[in-house]
C-alpha cells in the first residue's frame, strides 16, 4: 500500500492524502475509487466491457481463500474477477 | 432476403426478444453466454419478409472467445442491427452501440428489461437518446412481450447515424459519458432483500453452505420427481400395456418377428429389461427409465437457469476450477452435461482459449454421465441400495479432479482467470421454465428414440450373427483380465457407444455382483463418449485434438477400471 500526499486535484480527488491500494487489498464491503488498471491493450478492454474504468467508484463485495476470486460491484452490477486481476486494478481512497 | 441481426451484450434477452420476433423457440437463461452460436428464423413485414439471425452477446466489436467471433461474423452479414440493450446498465452497453453505429450499418436500439430499470429507480429519457444517437430507440420488456410491437413496427426506420464517425477507445467511453449525463438520471435507493441474498450466496463463508443446501435440494428434487413419475405415471403405463403385447406375442408365435419385437420371454413372461424386443425393451428404456429423469432434471435445471444462481455457483468453483486449467465457468458446461454432453461441450465456447476449452470437453466426455445414462444406473443399482450409486458418482468425482490436475499439467496454453458479469437474481417465469424443458425433453425424445432403436436391432443382430461371442473372446483379456468382468460385457461398451443408457440395461442379465455393475457403470462413462458426443467434439477440437483426447480417454479407462477392481473385487 502506497501512501503518500499530493498538492493537485487527481482524478476529482481534492487535495490530501490519498491510499492507494488494489481493489483485493480493501476490506470487505468497502468501497473506493478506481485510480488506474495496470496492464496492456486486452486487460484493460476486458474491463471496459464490464464497466470496470478509471474514476469509477467500486465496491468490493466479496474476496475467496486460498487465492480465489474476488467480487466487485460497479454501476450497481457485480463480476466476479480472477486475484491476479483484481491485483492490477488500483483504487484510492481519501484518508 | 433482407437480414436483420440481433446483436447486444451478454445476458439482455436477445433470445428472447429474438423468440418473440420469430416465434421459433431458442434457449434463453439468465447467465452470459447462454447462445453461443446462431440461430436464424423468419418474420413477416408488410410484404417483405426478413431473415432474422440471433447471434451470440458481445461486448465490443474486437472479440476475445468464440462466441463474440461468432457474433462479428454475424455482423457482417447484416442489412439491418436491432441492437438490444440492457436498460438497466445502459452506459455499458452503449459502447456496442456506438461501435455499431461508427460501421454505418441501420440500427434500431431496443432497450430491454425497462420494466426492471424502473424498478431500481432508473428513468432515461427516450426522446433526448434518439437524439443523441439519431437512432430510434423502443424501450422493450421481452418476457413480458411489452413493447415488441412497437419495434416491429418502428423496424424500418432504422438507420444509421451521420454523426457518428470511426473514434478511439477513450473518446467512445467521454461521448458515452456525455450521452448518459444527458438522459438518464438514476434515484438512490436502499438495499433490497435480494440484494442482501445476492451477497450472502456469492461471499465464501455463507456461499458455500448455501451451495451445498441448494445442490442437496437440486438432487432431491430431481429424483424425487422422476420417481414420482414413474411410480405414478410410467409404470402404470407399461402395466396396461403388458397384456397387449403379451397378446402380439402369441399371435406372433416363435420366430424372427417375436425375437425382434418382443425378444426373449424370461419364464414365460416378458421382462422389459432383459428381454431386448423394439416393443418391449426398446420402449421400456427410453418412456419408464429415462424420460422420467429427463423430465424431472430439465424442469430444475431450467429454473436454476432462469434465477441466476449458476453465475454464483462458478464464482464459488472458481478457486477449485482454476486448478483444474479452467476457471469457475467451466460449472455451467458440467451441469448442462448432466443433462446430455452435447449441449455441455457446446456451452464451452464462452471458455477463452484452446486449452480451457480442451480441458473441459475432455472433463465433460469422461467423467460427466448423462441423465439418460444415470436414469439407468438409479434404476439398476437402486435395489442394491444408495451407497453403491454413491461409489460411482464419488468414483467419477475422483477422477474428474484427477484428470483435471494432470490436464492442467500436460496441456499447453493459457488458462485465463474468471471475468464473469453476475446477473441480478430474477423470478423465473412458469410459462418460460415449462416452454424450455418441454423443447429439451422434445430433443431428447427426437435424438434418443431412434438410436435406441437401433441399438436395440444391432443387439439382435449381433446375437443372431453370433458376434458377440467372437467379440467377447477378443476383448476378454482386457475385460475380464484386467476389470474383472464378464466378458459379455464387451457388448455392452460397444452398444455404448450408441446409447449409454441401452447399454447400462444390458448388464443387467449378466448376474454380475454389485460391486461388478459399479465397475461396469463406471466404465461406461469414461471409456469413450456416445456418438453424439464424439460428432460434437470432433466438430469443435478439430481432428488432431479429438485424437489426442481420445487417447486420454483409453488411458484414463484402463487406469481407472485396473484399480476399481483391485479396491472393490479385491482381485
Redesign the interface.
Known sequence: MDIYTHNRTILGIPKGTIMEQPIASLETGKTAVILRLEGGYLFRKKMGDMGIRERKTIRLVAIHPFHGPVVVEVDGREVTLGRGMAEHIITGDLE | MKKIVLMGNPNVGKSVVFSRLTGANVIASNYPGTTVDFSKGKMRLGKEGYEIIDAPGT??L?P?NKAEEVALEMFGLADLIINVADA??L??NL?LTLQLLERKKPVILALNMWDEARH?GISIDIKKLEYDLQIPVVPTVALSGEGIHDLIRRIDEARSAEKIEPMT?SDR?IKIGEIIKNVQQVTHRHHTLRDWI??AS???LT?FPIALVVIFTALWLVSFIGQTLISYIFDPLFTLYTPIVMGLSTWLGPGFLQELLIGNLINGQIDYLQSMGLLTTGLYVPFAMVLPYIIAFYSVLAVFEDSGYL?RL???T??IF?RLGM??FGIIPVFLSLGCNVPGILAARSLETKKQRFIVSALLAISVPCMAKNAMVFGILGPYGIGYIILVFATLFIVFISSGLILNRLIKGDS???????PPYRKPDTMTVLKKTWMRIRWFLQEAIPFLFLGVLLINLLYTFGFVEWLGGIFAPVVQGWFGLPKEATTALLIGFLRKDLAVGMLLPLGMSPMQLVIATTLLTVYFPCVGTFAVMFRELGIRDMIKATAFMICTAFVVGGVMRFVLLGV
Do not use: F, K
Open positions: 461486448y465490443s474486437d476475445s438497466t446498465n452506459e455499458r459502447y431500481t477507445e467511453w445476492s451477497e456469492i461471499r465464501p456461499g453465475p462458478a464464482t464459488l472458481d478457486t482454476h476457471h469457475g485465463p482467470e474468471i471475468c464473469l458479469e453476475i
